[in-house]
Every structure is written in structure tokens, then in C-alpha cells.
């Protein structure tokens, strides 16, 4: 049993806090007995995870230590700036607080920071000389780790058995893990592997995991420094959406993107997928090509912001075997936008990958460009998207499929295509994806109290659309017998007539009403019979005021 008890650790002051402030923790423990010696309380402070000659270690004594509950505040000096390596200042590293008795360690509480810029164009572009000033300094307090350690006390033998350790503190309700710990040392269980089982294990994961395993060990992070040689990389979305605050931040995104590249294999990459990846600039990613364009098959960058046109030129000139190219919404697609600028990308594209080409994906395209993209690679094609592609109609969608014998996916999000030419198409082409048929809007039906009874939402397959916005939408064609959309404002909107000159016409409302004789579970039944490719109920509580004015 251990006589002294961590009962809980406490960041004080300012969290992010400048990079040159002091540590200050508030400290709780308990000891069930009066100890003969001082507690040596130590902060480590982890300025590079290649080597330990950049741990930078403060020690402090607290004592007498006396039976029953102490609690006391730390405060250890930043670590010094001029010891920390330079690639090693931005970033993720470990803060490690550990308690030792007679120079036994006993328990030992680790934490994530992160440092940052506090500019937001220094996180996006860092200056060429770190400046200690802007630095944030953010410990990641939601989950420390808690390592316990047998060791000898006062007149008490050693429990040779177990330490554990635990996520939290005591009272926090997480989940203690039992491991069994030498009292003497601690086995690197990842030590009893082999470099080349390491690397093989390491490949199996995502880039936002590699990232993480960097700080596992030291062998770990000189396994994945010297590169993993990767030949497949995919950064979806789910990734820079939401950063996990143990891994990278979004402002980190840069910073991961070139990670991704230095994992990648020279002259050896077969597909790399990043849709969505802010940090992705064309000078990263003409860097990138360079590296691995040579045997590159597949290349995704729809919807990256930070790509532009110009970035094309890059990708014809270093990715000579493309069989898959997406390129949809991604940066400054002016050229595209314009009809003679776009059919001359086009051109270039297609007559670049002619004999390669099996799947594309190009949004604003022109009609001028989908014929080129039909006559030149169409009887190739198995794949291919034109989402926000207005000019895209009815005629024009026929045609094209007809040209593309071998075709099975065909991606007609937010075209001016109707709901009767999408099922036509999809006796023919496997996949077809628009956002005016049934089975690609999906309907949220909304119990309501008042008249003219229930309330439904359309949803499309990628954003909220009221139906009105749905290019190709067709009422009578879309909806269900018995469900019309009504004319009326919602609950909340000034109709047109009772509305200012200088008043601004309120926003879109996803909301339709119709009129339904009976109970939600019928309307939902209604709407399925009709092909909706999903159906839920909400209840809608609605409140009301009585004669006091009060709410009920």
C-alpha cells in the first residue's frame, strides 16, 4: 500500500498562458502517516522527444510530511527557450509532475501541450524566427495520466503485485487500469519488438495516429521521423473538422500536411486522398508531387481551400499515370467559372490522361466542357461527379451517360437535373447521386400543436436545403400524394406585405408545412412508401402562455 495518496492536481493562472510564464499547480495529497523524510516533487519539462538531453527537470522539497490532508501550491520557472531545439518549440510535447520518496518515484502525472502561435497568421505561416512573446502555451488538462509506483516506505514493505494507472484523479469516476509494474523499472514493452514489426504495425495507421505515436517512445519517434514510406495517403474530413486536442490543433493542419508528406514514399505513392484539408497550399502540394507525383494513380483534393487553379499545371506536369482525379470546389475556381477558361482546363486534363483516365470529379462544369469530357475519356470512365454544375440539365446528363458505356457512378449533386430524369439514368448507371429525387433527401417530420397540423423539413445528402432551392425541384413530382408545401411564413417570419422597405427578407427556411389528417407515424409511413431515403420524427414541444402571461 502506498502512505501517500494523490488526491488531485490543479492548473492555476491562465490556461493557454504565455510560453515565458511560471508553472503554477495546486496540489492535494494525503499521507496516512508522519514520515520521516521530505517529498521531492520534480517538473519535467520534455523539450524533445529525440533525445532526453533537452528534458529540462526542476525539483522542489516539500516537507514535514505529517498524517492527514496537505495541500500546497507549485510554481516552477518556464523552461528555458535557448535548450529546447528549434523544430521542437510549435507543437505537441509532455509535461511530466512526479513525487519521489527516499528517491523512489511513486506516482507520476503526465500531460499534453500544446504550443502555438497566438496570431492566427503566425499558426498559418510561422515567422522565420520564433518569437518566444507570441507563444501560447496550453496544457491539456482533460485527461492527465496517473502512473502509481510501489515502492519502499517508512517500516512498510514493498506490494510486490501491481501499480496502476488511472486517467483523472481519485473522485473523478474514470476508470482505473490495472497493469502490472517492476517495483525497480518499468518494462518499454515496445522495446521487445522489433524496429521492422513496429513499422509494419505503424502503417496500419491514420496520419492523425502516427502523429500521437510520435510521443510514445523514444524508438517510436525516431521509427516515424525516418519516415514510414507510405504508399497510400487519406486525410478525410472527420480529420479537420474536429482536432482532437491530443493530437493537432486545426491552425495545426500545415503542419500535419507536411507530416503527411515526409511519411510518403519517393516515386512510390499510388493514391493520395485530402479532401477538405485546409493546411494543403499549392506550394505544399507541388512539394508533395514532386516527392511522389511520378507513380501517383489517384489524386483527391476537392474542396481544399487553400489550392488554387493554378496547382492544375503542377498536376499535369508531375503525375504523368493519373487514372483518378477529383478537383471539385477546391480553392479559387474563377477559371472554372468562366466558360472558355474552363473548357481549356478541361482540354488540358483530358488530353493529358486520355489513355489513363478512369474516374473524375470537376464541379461549374459547362456543357461545352462535359461534351469534351464525354468525346475524350468518356468510353473510359467508370467514375464521375459534377456537383454545383448548374449548366448541367436534363439533355446534357442523358447524353453523357450514353457516351460513358462503362460507367458506374454518376454524381449530379446540385445540377438542374429532375427527379424523372435521375431514375432513367439509374437503370443504367449503377450509382447516381442528385439532390432532387426521393432517395437522396432525407425528411424530418415535426409533431406540431397548432393547425394546419404537422410540420416536415427536406434535408439534402450533404446540407439543409429548403425545397424551394433544390435545383430541378418538382413538387408535384417530389412529394408524396397528399403533402403539398404551403405559402404561409413560418411562426417566426413578417409576411412580405406587413414587412419594411429597409427590412431585409428573412433567410431561407428549411421548414415546409403540409396538411395531414392523422398522427406522425402515418406521415412517416407516407413519405416511405413514396422512396424518401430517410424518414425521422422529432416532437416539437411548444410553448405557450397562460392568461398571466407566465409560461407553461
Known amino acids: 500500500m502506498s502512505c501517500v495518496e494523490l488526491l488531485d492536481v490543479k492548473v492555476l493562472g491562465d490556461n493557454p498562458a504565455p510560453f515565458n510564464s511560471p508553472f503554477l499547480f495546486d496540489i492535494s495529497y494525503e499521507c496516512i502517516t508522519d514520515l520521516q523524510s521530505d517529498l521531492e516533487w520534480k517538473l519535467t519539462y520534455v523539450g524533445s522527444a529525440e533525445s532526453n538531453d533537452y528534458d529540462q527537470v526542476n525539483e522542489v522539497l516539500v516537507g514535514p510530511v505529517e498524517q492527514g490532508k496537505s495541500r500546497f501550491t507549485l510554481e516552477i520557472d518556464p523552461p528555458q527557450a535557448d535548450r529546447i531545439p528549434k523544430d521542437d518549440v510549435l507543437g505537441v510535447t509532455i509535461l511530466l509532475l512526479t513525487c519521489s520518496y527516499n528517491r523512489e518515484e511513486f506516482v507520476r ?24 512573446s507570441h507563444i501560447l502555451r496550453h496544457i491539456l488538462t482533460d485527461a492527465p495520466r496517473v502512473t502509481r509506483f510501489p515502492i519502499k516506505w517508512d517500516g512498510v514493505p514493498i506490494d510486490g503485485n501491481a501499480g496502476s494507472a488511472t486517467v483523472g484523479f481519485p473522485g473523478d469516476g474514470m476508470e482505473t487500469v490495472q497493469a502490472a509494474v517492476d517495483p525497480v523499472e518499468l518494462v518499454d514493452y515496445g522495446k521487445l519488438l522489433s524496429v521492422d514489426i513496429v513499422r509494419n504495425v505503424l502503417r496500419f495507421l491514420d496520419l492523425n495516429e502516427l502523429a500521437v505515436c510520435r510521443r510514445v517512445s523514444r524508438e517510436w519517434y525516431a521509427i516515424i521521423k525516418d519516415g514510414l514510406k507510405l504508399t497510400a495517403i487519406e486525410m478525410d474530413a472527420g480529420l479537420y473538422d474536429g482536432y482532437s486536442e491530443l493530437s493537432v490543433q486545426r491552425t495545426d493542419a500545415a503542419a500535419l500536411v507536411q507530416f503527411a508528406v515526409d511519411q510518403s514514399a519517393p516515386d512510390a505513392v499510388q493514391s493520395i486522398v485530402a479532401p477538405f484539408c485546409p493546411g494543403l497550399t499549392d506550394a505544399v502540394l507541388s512539394q508533395w508531387l514532386h516527392r511522389s507525383g511520378k507513380t501517383l494513380r489517384r489524386l483527391d483534393l476537392g474542396w481544399c481551400p487553400d489550392v488554387s487553379v493554378s496547382s492544375v499545371n503542377t498536376i499535369l506536369e508531375r503525375c504523368p499515370v493519373l487514372e483518378d482525379l ?12 468562366n466558360e472558355q477558361d474552363g473548357v481549356q482546363l478541361v482540354s488540358q486534363i483530358v488530353s493529358k490522361y486520355k489513355d489513363t483516365l478512369t474516374g473524375i470529379q470537376l464541379s461549374d462544369v459547362s456543357l461545352a466542357s462535359l461534351r469534351l469530357i464525354a468525346e475524350t475519356v468518356g468510353p473510359r470512365l467508370r467514375y464521375a ?5 448548374e449548366h448541367v440539365n436534363d439533355a446534357s446528363a442523358v447524353e453523357f451517360a450514353k457516351a460513358c458505356g462503362r460507367l458506374e457512378h454518376l454524381g449530379l449533386e446540385f445540377c438542374d437535373v429532375t427527379c424523372g430524369t435521375v431514375r432513367e439514368l439509374r437503370k443504367t448507371v449503377r450509382t447516381v447521386r442528385s439532390s432532387v429525387t426521393p432517395e437522396d433527401i432525407h425528411v424530418t417530420i415535426m409533431a406540431a400543436c397548432e393547425p394546419p397540423g404537422l410540420r416536415f423539413r427536406l434535408i439534402g445528402w450533404r446540407e439543409d436545403l429548403p425545397a424551394s432551392e433544390i435545383m430541378g425541384f418538382d413538387e408535384d413530382q417530389l412529394l408524396p400524394d397528399g403533402v403539398k408545401l404551403l405559402d404561409e411564413p413560418a411562426d417566426d417570419e413578417t409576411p412580405a406585405a406587413d414587412r419594411d422597405a429597409d427590412q431585409p427578407p428573412p433567410e431561407a427556411d428549411t421548414e415546409g408545412r403540409f396538411i395531414f389528417e392523422g398522427d406522425p407515424q402515418k406521415a412517416q409511413q407516407l413519405f416511405k412508401s413514396a422512396g424518401f431515403g430517410m424518414v425521422t420524427i422529432d416532437t416539437v414541444t411548444e410553448v405557450e402562455e397562460d392568461d398571466d402571461g407566465e409560461e407553461s
Open 385 to 389: 461527379s459534377f456537383p454545383y454544375s
Open 109 to 132: 502525472v503526465g500531460y499534453y501541450v500544446n504550443n502555438y502561435y497566438d496570431a492566427p497568421e503566425w499558426r498559418e505561416a510561422p515567422p522565420p524566427q520564433i518569437d518566444f
Open 326 to 337: 477529383r478537383l471539385a470546389c477546391f480553392g479559387n475556381q474563377s477559371a472554372m467559372l
